[in-house]
């Protein structure tokens, strides 16, 4: 049995995605980087993703898998809706149905680290069923994880500082092993873009670089 690999993001609509990046870049630039980072993350999963994997985005709202089809993503990916709920109760839903599908795994990735996806997404797939690996962001939650075999890990107080630590505590209650992967920056605000850009890790992500600087380039030009 395959690997399934699922994105989850949001349709990147103005007034939709990235809406605290959006309070100092304005809805316009805050829905192209969003555009930008959905596209680096697909075509960076589809490199690297074995030929047999199966690829998904999980998108909201339910409606937008036609024009999500539309922005170019690799044809290797299948379109569905997410579910309604919390984002636990969403990620709860991904793996059930990903692993009743007979996915021997399931790795489920945000897209708001996509310099990240094609570095680390396979060291994501679990070693051992029962392993649960999660890739930690450097604000305290995690951008992907890796599963084989269901467990209530998610239910937690997603989008704090805490939820990383609150999911590990989880799948120790649980009674799987843990592997953490190492830290990566995450894009949130206009602060990580700046980062991202002076670490160089943008240069992994050539979509979302350009639109970054086609930001600061028209801020210059207002300045």
């Given amino acids: 049995m395959s690997v399934s690999f699922a994105l989850i993001a949001k349709e990147p609509a103005a007034g939709r995605a990235k809406t605290r990046l ?29 030929a047999d994997a199966h690829l998904v985005l999980y998108h909201d709202p339910p409606d937008a898998a036609g024009r999500l089809a539309d922005l170019g993503l690799p044809e290797r990916f ?12 969403r990620l709860e839903d991904i793996v059930h149905s990903e692993l009743a599908a007979g996915a021997s795994a399931c790795v489920v990735a945000a897209t708001d680290s996509p310099f990240a996806v094609g570095a680390l997404v396979l060291e994501c797939v679990p070693r051992y069923r029962d392993e649960v690996v999660l890739a930690p962001c450097e604000d305290g939650g995690y951008w992907a994880v890796g599963i084989a075999r269901t467990a209530r890990i998610f239910d937690v107080e997603m989008s704090t500082t805490d939820v990383l630590a609150a999911t590990a505590v989880r799948v120790r209650a649980a009674r799987r092993r843990l592997r953490l992967l190492a830290p990566t920056l995450d894009i949130d605000v206009e602060a990580d873009l700046r980062k991202a850009s002076r670490q160089g890790v943008l240069d992994r992500a050539p979509r979302t670089a350009a639109a970054w600087a086609g930001v600061r380039q028209g801020a210059a030009l207002v300045g």
Avoid at 23 to 31: F, L, Q, S
Avoid at 79 to 87: D, H
């Fill in 22 to 50: 959006a309070a100092t870049v304005g809805r316009a630039a805050a829905r192209e980087i969003a555009e930008a980072m959905l596209l680096d993350s697909a075509t960076a999963l589809a490199a690297v993703a074995p």
């Fill in 78 to 89: 299948v379109f569905r809706a997410q579910t309604g709920g919390s984002l636990g109760d």
